[in-house]
């Protein structure tokens, strides 16, 4: 199930490339002023690169929510998605196979955008780098889940597609993802806390700029991890509910 959805996306790489791209083109020109807000912050080694590379990255990483969302209607225009149910694959394997291929694009989307702002930004972690590694890959598992938790809950694709970028983008600029939440209002700096993003921009930071290691990093990566978890509840619940569902029908 992973491979022919792997498969799939590999047809039309379009737009996950795009999604890839065009964060590498604008955090040149986010790097000043997050530099001047850095310097303000204490950090007079600072580039501006080491907000901007990773704050792109996350909202991009938010966006992408969207590809995963047309991974799972993509069946139901296609015709088979009921085909794919009374098949031999299980509802676990379907869900496993297309949030499986979703995390590994996350993962490859945001590798890439940190690697090129390494080599084009001057993006230098004064960090661990198997932190920053386990940061991403804890966010973007989180993010999985997240968009095959609304895939699974949202009855048409517009009222999925809807809340994956709305959601998306309070997360990602509320959590801090363009500029610190040091320059927010105080009020908005509480409400910042509910995002996932907050954390792991506040991981990255203080990889980036504070020689934090995996330990340094644990209490936002599971906050993190918290937010993956509650996806995967509701996702089990769903599952659930449409198991019953269906033997409910096959039963009449």
Same mark, same amino acid.
């Given at each position: 199930?992973?491979?022919?959805? $792997?498969?799939?996306?590999?047809? #039309?790489? *379009?737009?996950?490339?795009?999604? =890839?791209?065009?964060?590498?083109?604008?955090?040149?020109?986010?790097?000043?002023?997050?530099?001047?807000?850095?310097?303000? #912050?204490?950090?007079?080694?600072? %580039?501006?690169? #080491?907000?901007a590379v990773p704050g792109f990255a996350i909202l991009f990483s938010f966006f992408s929510v969207q590809l995963i969302v047309q991974m799972f209607f993509n069946e139901h225009r296609w015709g088979t998605w009921n085909r794919l149910r009374i098949s031999s694959a299980t509802i676990v394997d379907i869900i496993l196979g297309k949030a499986g291929v979703a995390f590994l694009m996350q993962l490859a989307q945001m590798a890439v955008v940190l690697a090129a702002g &390494?080599?084009?930004?001057?993006?230098?972690?004064?960090?661990s780098l198997p932190a920053l590694i386990v940061?991403?890959?804890?966010? *973007?598992?989180?993010?999985?889940?997240?968009? =095959?938790?609304? &895939? $699974?809950?949202c009855r048409s694709e517009h009222t999925a597609l809807s809340i994956a970028m709305l959601s998306g983008i309070l997360m990602a600029c509320i959590g801090g993802s363009l500029t610190?939440? +040091? =320059?927010?209002?105080?009020?908005?700096?509480?409400?910042?806390?509910?995002?996932?993003?907050?954390w792991v921009v506040n991981a990255i930071k203080t990889i980036g700029l504070d020689h934090g290691d995996v330990r340094d990093v644990?209490? +936002?990566?599971?906050?993190?991890?918290?937010f993956g978890?509650?996806? $995967?509840?509701?996702?089990?619940l769903r599952a659930?509910?449409?198991?019953? #569902? *269906? %033997?409910?029908?096959?039963q009449d």
């Open positions: 199930m992973a491979r022919l959805n $792997l498969l799939l996306q590999a047809k #039309e790489p *379009s737009v996950p490339v795009l999604m =890839t791209i065009i964060p590498i083109v604008l955090t040149p020109f986010m790097i000043p002023g997050n530099r001047n807000t850095l310097l303000a #912050e204490g950090y007079a080694h600072a %580039t501006g690169a #080491e907000q &390494s080599m084009i930004c001057g993006y230098h972690p004064n960090g940061v991403a890959i804890t966010f *973007s598992a989180s993010l999985a889940l997240f968009g =095959t938790c609304i &895939s $699974l809950w610190s939440v +040091d =320059t927010f209002p105080y009020w908005a700096r509480g409400l910042a806390r509910i995002s996932p993003a907050y644990l209490p +936002d990566v599971m906050i993190v991890c918290g978890v509650l996806c $995967l509840l509701l996702i089990v659930l509910l449409s198991r019953h #569902e *269906s %033997t409910g029908v096959s």
